[in-house]
C-alpha cells in the first residue's frame, strides 16, 4: 500500500513522501525540513476518532494559490451544494416516471428513499476519506491509496469512462429536445453537434467556482421543466392505468433497467472529490452532502408520484415528453440549461481529472495548473475537446436514453455512488475494530453487505441493459447510428 492505515503513523507528509536526492543532498534536506516547518496541522474527526491532518502547499493538489494566476480553492459549501445539485438533478430525473410505471408505486418510493438514505451515507465516507488524505483529487487519487498504480490506473480510467458518458447522456436528451421543439425540423446529428459544441464552450472555465453561478440556473431549470411537466398531465387528467405493485408481465430485464435508473439519479458521487478540493473549508462538505440529499429525495418522490399517478402505464421516459405537444416543447425549451450545464460540470471534473494527472508527478505540481501559460491552457482545451468529440460519438452510436443510463449505472454509477465507499469505510476502519461493538458490527454488514450488492446489480445490470437493447433493435424501436431520423417525442 502506498498510505498507512489509520492506526499506523500519522506523521507522514500527506500521500506523497519527503524524497532525498543524493546528489544534492544539502539543499533538498534543508527543502524537506522547510516544507515540515511550514506546515499547518489541525485536528479532524473521523469516525469518531480524532486524527491530525497535514496541510502541506507542496503536497496539496493546486499548491500554494496566494500569488497564482489561476485560485481553486474558492468555493463556500453552498456554492458546492449548488454543483452537487445541478450536476445530480438533470437527467436521472427525468426517467423516474417511467421507472414508477414499472415497478409501481410502492416499489418505486422504496426504492428511492433507500438508495436515496444509502447515497448520504456513502457520500459521508467519501468526505471523510477526503478529510483523512487531503491531497485526493479523484478517484485515481483513492485509487492509488486502496492499491497502489494498479488501482490508481483502474479507477482514474473508470471514473474518466463513466464521465464521458454521462456526458454523451447529455448530449442526447440535448438532441432530443431540439428535434422536440423544432419538430425535427433538420437533422438529428446537426442538433446533437451544436450541443456538444456549446457544452465544449461552456466547459472551458478553470474552476468550479466560476460554474457554480451557472448550476443555480441548472437547478431553476429543471425544476421548471418539471413542475411544468406535473402542471401539464394533471390538466390533462388520468390517461393510463396506475399500478400499486409492478407492472404485470414484467421481464427481469426490465425491472432491473428501471432499477439502475433510480441509482443513476443519485449518481453525483464519482465529482465528489474534486467538488471538496476546491472548496475554502472541506470540513463543510457535510452541510452541501446534506442540502443535496433532501433536495433530490424529494424531488425523485414527489415528480415520480405525481406524473405516475396522472399517465400511469403510458409514461415516457424523458420525463418532459408526457404532456402535450405544446406544453412538451416549453418544457424542454425551458430545461435546454440543466441539459447543457449538468453534462458541463461532468465534462469539466473529467478534464480537470486528467489536466492534474498530466501536470502533477509524484506530488508535485507544474506552473502550469495555476497559471495562464500558452502550455496550460492549449492542454486544458484539448482534453476538453476530445471528452465532447467522444460524448457525441457514443451519443450518436448508443442513441436511446434508458438503454443509455442503464449501462452507464450498472458498470460504474453503482460502484461509484455505493461500493466504493463501502471499500473506502474497510479502509478507514481498523481492522480490529470492525467488531469491536454492536454498532461497529452493524456498519461492517451493512457496507460488506453494499459492496456485494454493488457486484450482483454490476453482472445483472449490464445483461439487462444489453438485452433492453437488442429487444429495442429486434422490434425497431431504436434507429440507426449517426441517424438524421427525427428523435423527438410526439
Keep these: 500500500m502506498s498510505s498507512p492505515r489509520p492506526s499506523q503513523d500519522t506523521s507522514r507528509l500527506s500521500q506523497t513522501d519527503v524524497r532525498v536526492n543524493c546528489s544534492d543532498k544539502n539543499s533538498d534536506v534543508t527543502a524537506a525540513f522547510g516544507r515540515a516547518l511550514n506546515e499547518k496541522k489541525h485536528d479532524v474527526d473521523v469516525d469518531g476518532k480524532t486524527i491530525t491532518r497535514h496541510v502541506t502547499h507542496e503536497f496539496d493538489v493546486y499548491g500554494d494559490e496566494e500569488a ?10 453552498w456554492k458546492a451544494a449548488a454543483l452537487m445539485l445541478a450536476e445530480t438533478v438533470s437527467l436521472g430525473i427525468l426517467s423516474l416516471p417511467s421507472v414508477f410505471a414499472t415497478l409501481g408505486i410502492v416499489g418505486g418510493c422504496i426504492l428511492v428513499l433507500t438508495l436515496g438514505a444509502a447515497a448520504t451515507a456513502s457520500g459521508y465516507v467519501i468526505g471523510k476519506f477526503k478529510l483523512r488524505y487531503p491531497h485526493v483529487h479523484n478517484m485515481a487519487d483513492a485509487g492509488e491509496i486502496l ?32 428535434d422536440t421543439f423544432t419538430a425535427g425540423a433538420s437533422c438529428s446529428v446537426l442538433w446533437a453537434a451544436i450541443c456538444a459544441i456549446v457544452s465544449l464552450v461552456c466547459t472551458l472555465p478553470r474552476t468550479l467556482n466560476g460554474m457554480s453561478h451557472m448550476s443555480v440556473i441548472s437547478f431553476v431549470s429543471i425544476l421548471a421543466a418539471v413542475f411544468i411537466t406535473m402542471i401539464g398531465v394533471g390538466v390533462t387528467g388520468h390517461t393510463g392505468n396506475i399500478s400499486v405493485t409492478v407492472a404485470p408481465n414484467l421481464s427481469f430485464a426490465n425491472g432491473f433497467l428501471a432499477f439502475t435508473n433510480i441509482i443513476f439519479a443519485y449518481a453525483g458521487h464519482v465529482a465528489f472529490f474534486t467538488f471538496i478540493a476546491e472548496m475554502k473549508v472541506p470540513e463543510d462538505f457535510p452541510k452541501a452532502l446534506y442540502v443535496l440529499q433532501i433536495a433530490d429525495t424529494t424531488l425523485y418522490l414527489v415528480v415520480g408520484v405525481v406524473v405516475y399517478a396522472y399517465v400511469g402505464s403510458t409514461a415516457v421516459s424523458p420525463a418532459l415528453g408526457n404532456t402535450g405537444l405544446t406544453l ?71 442513441p436511446f436514453f434508458n438503454g443509455l443510463l442503464g449501462i452507464i449505472s450498472s458498470m460504474f454509477a453503482t460502484w461509484f455512488t455505493y461500493g466504493i465507499s463501502g471499500i473506502f469505510w474497510f479502509y478507514l476502519t481498523p481492522r480490529s475494530e470492525y467488531w469491536s461493538s454492536t454498532k461497529q458490527k452493524l456498519k461492517a454488514l451493512f457496507w460488506g453487505f453494499v459492496i456485494l450488492f454493488c457486484a450482483f446489480v454490476m453482472v445483472a445490470g449490464f445483461y439487462a441493459s444489453v438485452a433492453s437493447i437488442i429487444d429495442g433493435y429486434k422490434t425497431g424501436g431504436f434507429k440507426g447510428p449517426f441517424s438524421c431520423t427525427s428523435s423527438a417525442l410526439v
Excluded at 68 to 77: E, L, P, S
Aim: charged share 15%; aromatic share 12%.
Design 68 to 77: 497564482a494566476d489561476i485560485q481553486y480553492r474558492t468555493m463556500v459549501w
Design 147 to 178: 492499491a497502489g498504480p494498479i488501482g490508481r490506473e483502474f479507477l482514474g480510467a473508470a471514473q474518466v469512462v463513466f464521465m464521458v458518458f454521462i456526458c454523451a447522456s447529455h448530449v442526447l436528451t440535448g438532441k432530443i429536445a431540439f
Design 328 to 398: 412538451r416543447k416549453i418544457a424542454y425549451g425551458i430545461a435546454m440549461p440543466t441539459i447543457i450545464i449538468a453534462g458541463v460540470i461532468n465534462g469539466h471534473v473529467c478534464a480537470k481529472m486528467v489536466f492534474i494527472r498530466i501536470f502533477r508527478r509524484d506530488g508535485v505540481k507544474s506552473k502550469h495548473m495555476t497559471s495562464n501559460s500558452l502550455i496550460g491552457w492549449a492542454t486544458w482545451v484539448g482534453i476538453c475537446v476530445a471528452i465532447w468529440v467522444l460524448a457525441f460519438v457514443i451519443a450518436e452510436v448508443i
